[in-house]
């Protein structure tokens, strides 16, 4: 009796994907009719494509979301359900089997949006577009043709990579397909115009890929859920965990996205855009509702053998994330109050990626807000990892220094200032401001974040897997004991890599080409604060390493490591070649205010010269604190063992004597 209750909880799976899938297209067509998506009929005297790519157009991409969300869940729930010697068990291969069909969907829906893109841009009915040179042209040679064109191909590869897989391993490499081939429409259409598109484009990045796992993953622990799957609780559990931060990277992308998309917050209440704004604010809020009810309620339900209440749930969450889904694809075809084409621009602000800012002050250099999304996210995501991990410790009873949280929380916070204050901003159009950002992202905020220790605690913290599998704890014990973090963590390649890069960098043809192009500026700065971490965590830090050398060592390699900066801030001074000089001369003819960039060179490597020794001296009496701290620590080991020896001696004294007054 209890199995036929349980099947009458909630309806069967196919009800629910017809449910939400109607759900989706009814609030699609309200919200395109409500904010003028261009599906209420054709503009007078504009190209009109036709009713069925007015029409179309709209449904195809909420159907290629959607099955996109499915194909990654389904592979994900491969991924999370137990596996055997790292073979998949019958149930993740089922899985994948499913994930095959929605990724065959997936690859038909990017077809239709496809053509159906190149009808509405030509502003001709589709029988007309796809003929003649258009179509090839189109395909070849613009962002949108080659974005949906790679996501049919990644699609269509994804179909025999699901049925072929057989090993964890080969499901991991799947899954990161998969999640590839969300990438290409995001870096096309809106997201990639306009100000701060660099930001817009991560942030929708981050928010799709997100997105799709929450949902995709939610159908496909939902459909395990109605099939009784054995491991449903512990499923649930790790689904639970990945909801949740798929969550926060959800809200904050969407925040930033939206902060880029609209020019005031009264644009919120006064246009279109922002009424769909508010709507996929709701839905994400009434989800974070049910994600907390899920947390709190369903699954120590589960841990019971209660399914019923899990699926009830989750088919009220379905509904809900297929209502956010057709009212994302309502607020792509809508037009921002922020336009994606400004017009004519400078070529400074080009080049930039956002608008010229005001002559700098102390001021400014603090409040000039700069959105960088990857940063912003990775701080976001760096602090909340962290706190759970403290959190889990004293739930257990632990303890965790109460200064190694201080001193990670400080490192991440200064990171996220670094890299979104007036100093990024001020940084991007002159070298002293940008010298300035360097010498702290790699001399201050490596040193905070060491001394946090986020891999003694992540390994104190995460729970062993179950014999015969790996988990994250594992990875993370194979990561430190491997021979490539062995190589990395010898002195001298930590120093070498440390002290040589601001030499390749600025004085060749690096600098520029990072200026020039804002992925390569994230990845400039991602280098001098890795190859910081690298070093400080060899003299200072406190994690598990192979092998650490002495502090006498340490002390030999800190002193190199202030020379050779010093000699790197000289060098700068003296030199008489403009670094970067095609890029500042360009930023100069549209920016009255900028200094002469030869003496603003010189300013830079003065404070390079003279900045980098304060960190570097702070670093000593750091290393001679350790030093004296260990040498404690070793005469209290010391005493100890003398202590422990006397006893063994008096006890084995005391016993001859025994023996010796019974003869």
Request: hydrophobic share 50%; glycine share 10%.
């Amino acid at each position: 009796m209890t199995t036929t209750r349980q099947h009458s909880d909630a309806p069967p799976t196919r009800r629910w994907a017809a449910a939400a899938a109607v759900v989706a297209l009814a609030v699609l067509v309200a919200a395109l009719l409500a904010g003028g998506g261009g599906a209420a009929g054709a503009v007078p005297g504009l190209p009109d494509p036709g009713l069925l790519t007015r029409w179309g157009l709209p449904v195809a991409k909420t159907i290629l979301n959607g099955s996109s969300a499915a194909a990654v869940g389904f592979i994900a729930l491969a991924v999370m359900l137990p596996a055997r010697d790292r073979q998949l068990a019958r149930d993740a291969l089922v899985a994948l089997r499913v994930a095959a069909v929605a990724s065959l969907v997936w690859a038909a829906a990017a077809a239709t949006v496809h053509l159906l893109t190149l009808s509405d841009l030509l502003g001709l009915p589709l029988s007309e577009a796809v003929t003649g040179e258009s179509f090839v042209s189109y395909t070849s040679s613009t962002e949108q043709g080659q974005a949906y064109a790679m996501v049919f191909v990644l699609a269509m590869a994804l179909v025999p990579a699901t049925r072929l897989t057989l090993g964890h391993g080969g499901a991991v490499a799947v899954l990161c397909l998969a999640v590839a081939a969300l990438v290409p429409p995001t870096l096309a259409g809106h997201a990639g115009t306009g100000d701060y598109h660099h930001t817009a484009q991560v942030s929708l990045l981050v928010h799709v890929a997100a997105m799709a796992l929450w949902v995709g993953g939610l159908i496909a622990v939902s459909w395990y859920a109605a099939g009784h799957g054995r491991a449903l609780g512990r499923v649930a559990h790790a689904y639970s965990t990945v909801a949740l931060g798929c969550f926060v990277m959800v809200a904050a992308s969407g925040v930033i996205n939206g902060w880029v998309r609209i020019s005031a917050l009264g644009d919120l209440v006064t246009t279109s855009y922002g009424w769909l704004l508010l709507g996929k604010v709701a839905a994400l809020v009434v989800l974070g509702i049910l994600g907390a009810r899920h947390r709190n309620r369903t699954l120590p339900a589960l841990e019971s053998g209660r399914h019923g209440a899990f699926r009830r749930l989750a088919a009220g969450e379905v509904a809900v994330m297929a209502a956010a889904i057709g009212l994302a694809v309502a607020l792509s075809r809508t037009e921002p109050p922020v336009p994606e084409d400004p017009g004519r621009i400078s070529v400074a602000r080009s080049l930039l990626g956002f608008p010229i800012p005001p002559e700098p002050t102390a001021w400014r250099l603090i409040t000039q807000w700069y959105p960088d999304t990857a940063f912003l996210l990775g701080c976001l995501a760096a602090v909340l990892l962290y706190a759970a991990g403290v959190r889990r410790l004293r739930r257990r009873g632990d303890r965790w220094p109460v200064g190694r949280t201080v001193a990670w929380m400080g490192g991440v916070g200064l990171v996220a200032f670094v890299q979104t204050s007036g100093l990024m901003t001020y940084g991007m159009t002159m070298l002293s401001v940008h010298m300035g950002q360097h010498l702290i992202l790699m001399m201050v905020c490596p040193v905070l974040l060491v001394l946090g220790g986020p891999v003694t605690l992540a390994l104190r913290a995460v729970a062993p897997a179950r014999r015969g599998e790996r988990g994250p704890r594992e990875w993370l014990l194979a990561v430190t004991q491997s021979r490539a973090l062995r190589v990395l963590t010898n002195p001298l390649v930590a120093l070498a890599l440390f002290v040589s890069g601001p030499f390749i960098v600025y004085f060749t043809g690096l600098f520029e080409v990072a200026m020039r192009n804002h992925n390569g500026h994230t990845l400039m700065s991602l280098h001098f604060l890795l190859t910081g971490y690298l070093f400080y965590e060899v003299l200072v830090g406190i994690d598990p390493l192979p092998k650490r050398p002495p502090y006498l060592a340490r002390i030999g390699l800190q002193f190199a490591a202030i020379v050779f900066h010093t000699l790197f801030g000289l060098a700068l001074m003296e030199s008489a070649r403009l670094i970067a000089g095609d890029y500042y001369r360009t930023l100069a003819a549209d920016i009255a205010w900028l200094p002469d960039a030869l003496a603003d060179q010189r300013l830079a490597g003065q404070i390079s010269w003279g900045a980098s020794e304060l960190p570097g001296l702070a670093i000593l009496i750091l290393l001679l604190y350790q030093w004296s701290r260990s040498d404690e620590r070793e005469a209290r080991r010391f005493d100890r063992r003398e202590a422990d020896a006397e006893a063994q001696r008096s006890a084995y004294n005391e016993y001859l004597a025994r023996l010796n007054r019974n003869e």
